[in-house]
């Protein structure tokens, strides 16, 4: 089991802001940076922001990220139907010397 | 353009072993860290394994140290999985992504192949 904790999922309608927790410990996000990634069904995942709140080329600025502590933090206003995927935080942890995925979180847009 | 590609994957008994490949196109391979993730089916993502760029550093998630062995050749900007000794829960689709941090361990993944699925059952 992943020791990432997110929601399984998180809905809004059309033009409503959306946030996405995960929830880590001192050995991963309070110690390291936090990545996220969006997988729009049945494709491979994408980078949707990395090093805490910096979004690739190419990523609208709709999504924005934030860490406090062990915790991190994605956000989605203005949702559109195309947002509709699965969301993925991640981190380095130093207790494990592995890269870390969180459970994901589902995003419906109603 | 940056690419990878994955290939390999199949369908394997329980105890057998599978070894995957990567091409890589568009970008300097040898100046990258790679990584596999894979993703079991309805499940999330898993990361499995990290290379440096001179073969260097090498880690494994704890699901699959001691079964399976990273490789790269820069020479042919190419990256291998070598999987042995493979458990149903090995199934998955396996994806291929670069890191682009000049870094000692994995940071993050701007690029992913579209994934290569292994299955093993009897």
């Known amino acids: 089991q992943s020791v990432l904790t997110q929601p399984p999922s998180a809905s809004g309608t059309p033009g409503q802001r959306v946030t996405i927790s995960c929830s880590g410990s001192s050995s991963n996000i309070g110690s390291n940076t936090v990545d996220w990634y969006q997988q729009l069904p049945g494709t491979a995942p994408k980078l949707l922001i990395y090093?805490?709140?910096q979004r690739p080329s190419g990523v609208p600025d709709r999504f924005s990220g934030s860490k406090s502590g062990s915790s991190a933090s994605l956000a989605i206003s203005g949702l559109q139907s195309a947002d509709e995927a699965d969301y993925y935080c991640a981190s380095w942890d130093d207790s494990l010397n592995g890269y870390v995925f969180g459970t994901g979180t589902k995003v419906t847009v109603l | 353009e940056v690419q990878v590609a994955e290939s390999g994957g199949g369908l394997v008994q329980p105890g057998g072993s599978l070894r995957l490949s990567c091409a890589a196109s568009g970008f300097i391979f040898s100046s990258y860290n790679m990584n596999w993730v894979r993703q079991a089916p309805g499940k999330g993502l898993e990361w499995v394994a990290y290379i440096s760029s001179g073969s260097r550093t090498k880690y494994y998630a704890g699901s699959v140290k001691g079964r399976f062995t990273i490789s790269r050749d820069n020479a042919k900007n190419s990256l291998s999985l070598q999987m042995n000794s493979l458990r149903d829960e090995d199934t998955a689709v396996y994806y291929c992504a670069r890191d682009p941090v000049v870094g000692d361990h994995p940071y993050y993944f701007d690029y992913w192949g579209q994934g290569t699925l292994v299955s093993v059952s009897s």
């Open positions: 090093s805490n709140n």
